[in-house]
């Protein structure tokens, strides 16, 4: 039999079978590069480099400080944020960028201290994306809350136990090494028959899984711009705050951007009533306005194509591995619905394959201590993709290209 | 006489007196505008839009995430912060470029607070640009200080009466509506013969007066990257941690990028030896690369050949009202130990004033009440730009263009 030959055909097949969501011709991606690290930085969606040119050449170079009303750049925030926010489940209003994720987090978890006083508990994943528990922890310590960490697994029961002291949780929908999913819905019921509240952390989930913060009653959440979104290294994050905590929601880093008035120059801070008032100082426009432009390359594309042409992508790849001689533990369940964009496999010299497998063009991450970790941004990666993808690990395993010097030797980033 | 004739000449005899520090060449700027308003968004420096350019397409679209090594992003922060610190007399390794002056206004507030336990007082600017009352406020009260607002000429009594109540003084080099200088270091002194520290906002003073954190024993300070530096719109912000306080400086918004080993995701945050400390999330970092770019427009260009063309050219303006007919109450003081590089004239119509004068190609702002507020960036204003400055706004208040009603309708932002 021949299995290569196979592969590619059941690649082509599949390509063919999840065409709908697949974008590839929106992106510039270099050549001779297969890029699974759309979860760490996107892909440069195509229009970008000319809106950015755009803005820095006529809007700033020509138009300076007029541009703000009349290329619109003060109601960008609120526009780009209703669109993130269709892509999450949100209705409009309750969605802005601003900021980044971590700064995000402290206005959450300081607000909903003042939302919720005289309870004392904020639950955190344990195994979360690491600056979600530095900020919680910073911000707990500022508001008089104390930090639990809890796996997410466990968190329903606990919940139920710490009863009418919870204050709010943070969780992420994944775990961001393995890719396992969370279920964001249970724990958010969990919280409120106690009365608490809940922020959901989506910078791995955006524009990549079926969310629907409305719907599953989130409270708040937060989400980077430049993961699956493509807005550009650092690009601003986002926060949602549901529409009936607007009101409710005190900014603990009040600036004028979130002001009622913010050019009355007032000496008092009268928060905005709009979501607004989850902004601090001006915003990085040059940068705002490139995660726009890059937003344009998910017109069009339902997200639940999306969510079924990812789940396909990470199935194919890990059905590649054996046949391609392959033999490395998956720590991604293979339950799709447990799955979420990522396939992460164990190495002892995780580092070193990822590093071979870069030299070779596939671009994939390091994760402390052992994980391989492959991102499918199903806009732009193919089954073609996966397969090449796997073909090049069987290629650096088998020639032990991990062991070679040039691959061994720690960058200052990974 | 021939009164235009004469100013002409003297405009371009005082151009050629302080060529040492015009660089207009190194402006992009368009034809048939003077532009005083550098002091809110400064003009597009020549080479932005070409690295701007190189940044989204070589290095995010081709380098892809690889590039925070391999194009230097990772150090940017820091990088763009020395460059900024040896404008306002900061040695290296104390300033660093994240997030806005609001944010970073917020740490110093709640740093301070710990540095200081037990003191209860923080000292304002009642006048101060809004945002500083705003964050001050909400930053003081989830740390349990006390704010009160005292005007600049009045700090150094009040600070002396509070003695060792003070924890920490925000005030900005001047008033952002009239241009009045402040002595911040005599306010500093006050602030050290008690114990407190002490913070400066150098929003309006970043790039343009001779600013010397190190020798003036400053504590902290913050300042945005978009006004006088010109980084572009929302350019993110940048803050001094004086060297001894580095390691007293605690973050309350506790990010990755703060981090000691920010690639071993850690659970616990042990924050960076150096003033990455004061970094939170990812920076943008489209806009941070622009600012840097931006930054090359000072190269060569000693701070007090700025400082001296600056005051010649607000001094200048104001020369040229009278012979031009122009009799409007000047807010700005003459005294040039106490003007920074602005004119503020009042009239009761200057909304309309102002726009009258963009009509006219002469772009100030408007500031309430009743302030036209007109910014000399010297680099790239020349005296030439200030004679037709005054001649335009002559001519606009003896045709009474400020009545005229497109001139009085209010844009959403001015």
């Known amino acids: 039999m021949d299995t290569s030959r196979d592969l ?17 011709e929106r992106f510039v991606l270099p050549e001779g590069v297969v890029y699974l690290d759309g979860n760490s930085l996107g892909a440069l969606p195509v229009g970008v480099a000319e809106r950015v040119a755009q803005v820095v050449t006529a809007e700033w170079g020509e138009g300076l400080v007029r541009s703000w009303n009349d290329a619109g750049w003060w109601p960008a925030a609120e526009r780009v944020g209703d669109r993130i926010g269709a892509l999450v489940g949100a209705a409009p209003g309750q969605t802005v960028v601003t900021d980044s994720t971590t700064t995000n987090l402290f206005k959450v978890v300081a607000a909903a201290a003042r939302m919720r006083p005289g309870r004392t508990r904020v639950l955190v994943d344990a195994d979360s994306f690491p600056t979600d528990l530095y900020v919680v ?26 009863g009418d002291d919870l204050a709010l949780t943070v969780y992420s929908s994944l775990d961001y090494r393995t890719g396992e999913l969370w279920d964001l819905g249970e724990i958010t019921r969990a919280v409120h028959e106690v009365g608490g509240l809940s922020c959901w952390d989506l910078c791995h989930s955006a524009g990549v899984l079926d969310v629907h913060l409305d719907d599953d009653d989130a409270d708040f959440a937060v989400g980077c711009g430049y993961k699956y979104l493509n807005g550009g290294p650092g690009a601003p994050s986002f926060v949602y705050v549901r529409r009936e905590h607007l009101e409710h929601f005190h900014n603990p880093v009040a600036g004028w951007n979130g002001h009622a008035r913010p050019f009355g120059m007032e000496r008092d801070y009268d928060p905005s009533p709009t979501i607004n008032r989850a902004r601090t100082g001006t915003s990085p426009m040059i940068s705002l306005l490139a995660l726009e432009a890059a937003l344009g390359a998910y017109d069009g594309v339902p997200v ?111």
Request: charge should be negative; glycine fraction near 8%.
């Open 8 to 24: 590619v055909g059941a690649a082509a097949a599949r390509d063919a079978e999840h065409a709908a969501a697949g974008r590839a």
């Open 137 to 162: 922890s910073s911000a707990a310590a500022l508001v008089g809350l104390t930090v639990e960490r809890v796996h997410p697994t466990g968190a329903p029961a606990r919940i139920r136990e710490v």
């Open 304 to 414: 639940a194509a999306l969510r079924a042409r990812s789940l396909s992508l990470t199935a194919f790849f890990v059905e590649c591995l054996a046949p391609l001689g392959v033999d490395l533990p998956v720590a991604t369940p293979m339950d799709g619905e447990c799955r979420g964009s990522q396939v992460s496999l164990r190495h002892p010299d995780a580092y070193a394959v990822v590093q071979a497998l870069i030299a070779r063009g596939v671009i994939g991450d390091f994760r402390e201590p052992d994980i391989i970790r492959l991102g499918f941004a199903p806009l732009y990666v193919s089954h073609a993709d996966a397969l090449a993808a796997a073909e090049h690990l069987g290629a650096v395993l088998s020639g032990a290209e991990h062991e070679r010097p040039e691959n061994t030797r720690r960058a200052t980033v990974t």
